[in-house]
Protein backbone atom coordinates (compact mmCIF):
# COMPACT_ATOMS: atom_id res chain seq x y z
CA UNK A 1 0.00 0.00 0.00
CA UNK A 2 2.64 2.61 1.21
CA UNK A 3 4.46 2.06 -2.43
CA UNK A 4 0.96 3.29 -4.10
CA UNK A 5 0.88 6.06 -1.75
CA UNK A 6 4.28 7.35 -2.89
CA UNK A 7 3.46 6.77 -7.09
CA UNK A 8 0.15 8.94 -6.18
CA UNK A 9 2.04 11.90 -3.87
CA UNK A 10 4.90 11.61 -6.33
CA UNK A 11 2.38 12.21 -9.35
CA UNK A 12 0.28 14.77 -7.62
CA UNK A 13 3.53 17.21 -6.40
CA UNK A 14 4.76 16.97 -10.22
CA UNK A 15 1.53 17.86 -11.54
CA UNK A 16 1.06 20.82 -9.09
CA UNK A 17 4.72 21.94 -9.60
CA UNK A 18 3.87 21.90 -13.72
CA UNK A 19 0.53 23.74 -13.34
CA UNK A 20 2.34 26.35 -10.70
CA UNK A 21 5.24 27.13 -13.44
CA UNK A 22 1.95 27.63 -15.95
CA UNK A 23 -0.50 29.66 -13.32
CA UNK A 24 2.24 31.80 -12.20
CA UNK A 25 4.91 32.90 -14.62
CA UNK A 26 3.30 35.27 -17.27
CA UNK A 27 4.90 35.42 -20.60
CA UNK A 28 4.02 39.08 -21.09
CA UNK A 29 6.90 39.99 -18.71
CA UNK A 30 9.49 37.88 -19.82
CA UNK A 31 11.87 39.04 -22.09
CA UNK A 32 12.24 38.25 -25.96
CA UNK A 33 15.60 36.77 -25.16
CA UNK A 34 13.78 33.84 -22.58
CA UNK A 35 11.29 33.75 -24.96
CA UNK A 36 13.28 32.82 -27.49
CA UNK A 37 15.62 30.47 -25.30
CA UNK A 38 12.46 28.81 -24.24
CA UNK A 39 10.99 27.63 -27.76
CA UNK A 40 14.55 25.71 -27.89
CA UNK A 41 12.97 23.65 -25.34
CA UNK A 42 10.77 21.34 -26.80
CA UNK A 43 13.43 20.23 -29.18
CA UNK A 44 16.02 19.58 -26.90
CA UNK A 45 14.22 17.52 -24.72
CA UNK A 46 12.40 15.45 -27.54
CA UNK A 47 15.87 13.09 -28.47
CA UNK A 48 16.64 12.94 -24.93
CA UNK A 49 14.09 10.96 -24.39
CA UNK A 50 13.66 9.21 -28.31
CA UNK A 51 17.54 8.20 -28.37
CA UNK A 52 18.06 6.11 -25.25
CA UNK A 53 15.18 3.89 -26.45
CA UNK A 54 16.69 3.78 -30.43
CA UNK A 55 19.80 3.25 -29.37
CA UNK A 56 20.04 1.46 -26.44
CA UNK A 57 18.90 -2.25 -25.56
CA UNK A 58 17.37 -2.86 -22.30
CA UNK A 59 20.64 -3.74 -20.60
CA UNK A 60 21.95 -0.51 -21.53
CA UNK A 61 24.24 -1.93 -24.35
CA UNK A 62 24.11 0.24 -27.71
CA UNK A 63 22.44 -1.99 -30.41
CA UNK A 64 24.07 -2.19 -33.76
CA UNK A 65 23.34 -0.48 -37.22
CA UNK A 66 21.52 -2.87 -38.55
CA UNK A 67 18.13 -3.26 -36.00
CA UNK A 68 15.21 -2.51 -36.84
CA UNK A 69 14.74 0.09 -34.95
CA UNK A 70 18.14 2.11 -36.10
CA UNK A 71 17.41 1.57 -39.81
CA UNK A 72 13.24 3.06 -39.06
CA UNK A 73 15.05 5.92 -37.25
CA UNK A 74 17.18 6.88 -40.06
CA UNK A 75 14.56 6.66 -42.99
CA UNK A 76 12.11 8.92 -40.28
CA UNK A 77 15.16 11.35 -40.52
CA UNK A 78 15.89 11.05 -44.35
CA UNK A 79 11.45 11.58 -45.10
CA UNK A 80 11.50 14.21 -42.52
CA UNK A 81 14.30 16.21 -43.48
CA UNK A 82 13.38 15.87 -47.11
CA UNK A 83 9.57 16.29 -46.83
CA UNK A 84 9.58 18.85 -43.47
CA UNK A 85 6.37 17.06 -43.06
CA UNK A 86 5.76 15.83 -39.33
CA UNK A 87 2.85 13.20 -39.88
CA UNK A 88 4.58 12.08 -43.27
CA UNK A 89 7.77 11.36 -40.96
CA UNK A 90 6.20 9.34 -37.80
CA UNK A 91 4.42 7.53 -40.17
CA UNK A 92 6.82 6.38 -42.39
CA UNK A 93 9.08 5.72 -39.43
CA UNK A 94 6.42 3.41 -37.85
CA UNK A 95 5.79 2.11 -41.25
CA UNK A 96 9.83 1.11 -42.08
CA UNK A 97 9.45 -0.28 -38.67
CA UNK A 98 6.93 -2.57 -39.01
CA UNK A 99 7.74 -3.72 -42.65
CA UNK A 100 10.93 -4.90 -41.17
CA UNK A 101 10.26 -6.48 -38.29
CA UNK A 102 7.84 -8.59 -39.88
CA UNK A 103 10.57 -9.14 -42.85
CA UNK A 104 13.34 -10.01 -40.29
CA UNK A 105 10.72 -12.57 -38.12
CA UNK A 106 9.94 -14.46 -41.31
Given at each position: ??????????????????????????????????????????????P????P????????????????K??A???????????????????S??????????????
Open positions: MSIWLSIIIAGLFNYFTRLASVLIINPNKMNNKTKLILTYVPSSVFAIIFAVFLEQNGMILNFYDPIIISIAFLIGFITKNLILTIFGLTSFWILIFWLIK
